[in-house]
């Protein structure tokens, strides 16, 4: 029933930005946290950026400075502004959220399909 679509994976020069939209859509109770993690063939994946629903904010060490993770709460929507991208920035990028659904009791993980950013010249 809830769902989450990411959009604005693509291809992109180094030094250049890209916006990932997230969209949780459903019946929805309450979503506490969302952020972005990302994942490379052959390692695990890895914590990008997370919005917590007390407003704190975590950032990878190796996207500080670089990223932005922002949302907007009315839409059930996370972004992230990917800027001065790198190389290493390539990855397929899932969009977590930490939500109740409208069937969950309690808080629960869910993952949208992920969305790919390739970062080459």
């Known amino acids: 029933q809830v769902q989450l679509v990411e959009s604005g994976g693509g291809l992109v020069q180094p030094g250049g930005s890209l916006r990932l939209s997230c969209a949780a859509s459903?019946?929805?109770?309450?979503?506490?946290?969302m952020g972005w993690y990302r994942q490379v063939p052959g390692k695990e994946r890895e914590l990008v950026a997370q919005?917590?629903?007390?407003?704190?904010?975590d950032y990878a060490d190796s996207v500080k400075g670089r990223f932005t993770i922002s949302r907007d709460y009315a839409k059930n929507t996370v972004y992230l502004q990917m800027n001065s991208l790198k190389a290493e920035d390539t990855a397929v990028y899932f969009c977590?959220?930490?939500?109740?659904?409208?069937?969950?009791?309690?808080?629960?993980?869910?993952w949208g399909q992920g969305t790919r950013v390739t970062v080459s010249s």
């Open positions: 977590h959220a930490l939500l109740r659904g409208d069937k969950d009791y309690n808080l629960r993980d869910y």
């Open positions: 459903g019946r929805i109770r309450s979503i506490n946290d």
């Open positions: 919005s917590m629903r007390d407003g704190s904010i």
